[in-house]
């Protein structure tokens, strides 16, 4: 069966610092890989998918995730992190199926 | 403004009653997803229509049931309410039969508080 684990429940970070929010995942076959961002108060906002091809993948915001398939791991990046980046993020997976399965999140506090 | 409307944004109801969400998709979405989001399980996928059929069924109990009209929007309906069903009900669309290749839009989710 597909899951998606986000292993730290909170992240905090100071303002200008780089940020990395972990996500590892387990599929069979080939794992279609998603970001996405809740702030308080609103629906969740897509920000960056792996589909294929570059392991790198860049996003809204200036986030930036990359996909290690020996750690299957998709770990969402940010070089210098803003006070509004504070929110919940998730990270997703699907696969050749219809279902989409969210991680249990991961809030991201940034300290000014 | 993802596009994806939802209503009532709360709704306060008791034990025992029933309650209907409504969505109204992204002008042009086919597919509507329902996810429960919950403070002890996150957020938990229940049913995805995909023009009016439906397509994938996650953890939804049978209390719960769902259509998508012909108009494409979709209604959730939840019965027998009890106060374990207090949640945020999000309803997300897209233009794919399936998720995995293409971002979901989210409506800003219905609160249901069961009393």
């Known amino acids: 069966a597909q899951s998606v684990a986000q292993p730290e429940d909170q992240v905090n970070v100071a303002e200008g610092n780089p940020l990395t929010v972990k996500c590892t995942y387990s599929?069979?076959?080939?794992?279609?890989l998603f970001w996405y961002v809740q702030y308080p108060n609103r629906g969740l906002q897509f920000l960056l998918k792996y589909i294929t091809g570059d392991n790198l993948v860049k996003g809204s915001y200036g986030f930036e995730a990359e996909f290690n398939k020996s750690q299957t791991s998709f770990h969402l990046k940010k070089p210098s992190a803003l006070v509004s980046d504070s929110a919940l993020y998730f990270c997703a997976v699907g696969t050749g199926g219809f279902k989409t399965i969210f991680g249990a999140g991961t809030r991201l506090f940034v300290k000014a | 403004d993802s596009g994806v409307t939802q209503t009532p944004k709360h709704l306060i109801t008791a034990t025992g009653q029933r309650v209907t969400l409504r969505c109204s998709p992204r002008?042009?979405?086919?597919?509507v997803y329902w996810y429960q989001q919950s403070l002890d399980q996150g957020l938990q996928f229940l049913i995805q229509?995909?023009?009016?059929?439906?397509?994938a069924k996650g953890n939804i109990l049978e209390r719960f049931s769902a259509q998508q009209f012909p108009d494409l929007h979709s209604e959730l309906n939840l019965s027998s309410l009890e106060l374990g069903d207090s949640a945020l009900y999000f309803c997300?669309?897209?233009?794919?039969?399936?998720?995995?290749?293409?971002?979901?839009?989210f409506g800003e989710g219905s609160r249901l508080t069961v009393l």
């Open positions: 599929v069979s076959g080939n794992p279609y």
């Open positions: 997300a669309s897209s233009a794919r039969v399936s998720a995995n290749t293409g971002e979901l839009f």
């Open positions: 229509y995909y023009n009016g059929e439906e397509r």
């Open positions: 002008s042009g979405d086919l597919s």
